[in-house]
């Protein structure tokens, strides 16, 4: 059994309610969430970081990107006005806690700069 947190949500193994996928990617909000939008875009198959991302093809990569910019404009981020942060903590020092790579969409305030 696959014990990744998000390799479970991805298939649904863990119950979570998507709020956008598509055969590659999923993408649910953050359980925890430090902004008004914080929403987790995912790949379905397992990789480890945005360090194995950058091993992989990189029209799958350059997916990944398009799939939560997508997501940040379904969330309304992409209005002149606003904006938002796309992160990609990685490894310890980077703050990653889930070893399943994700990129945190984060907007709907003024977001501070720089990150603790
Ligand atoms: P990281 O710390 O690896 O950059 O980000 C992992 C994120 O996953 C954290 O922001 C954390 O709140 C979120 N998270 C951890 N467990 C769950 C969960 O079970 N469901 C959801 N929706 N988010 C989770
Ligand atoms: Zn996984």
Not at 4 to 32: H, M, P, Q, Y
Not at 42 to 54: I, K, Q, W
Request: hydrophobic share 45%; with cysteine.
């Amino acid at each position: 059994m696959n014990d990744c947190l998000f390799c479970r949500i991805a298939t649904g193994a863990i119950s979570t309610k998507l709020i956008w996928s598509n055969e590659e990617f999923v993408a649910f909000r953050d359980i925890d969430p430090r902004a008004p939008v914080h929403v987790l875009v995912v790949p379905r198959r397992h990789l480890d970081s945005l360090a194995a991302l950058a091993e992989e093809d990189p029209a799958y990569a350059g997916r990944f990107v398009r799939a939560a910019v997508a997501v940040a404009g379904r969330e309304g981020l992409l209005d002149p006005e606003r904006g938002f942060r796309f992160v990609a903590n990685t490894g310890p020092e980077g703050g990653q806690s889930v070893a399943h790579l994700h990129a945190h969409i984060l907007g709907g305030r003024a977001l501070a700069w720089p990150p603790g």
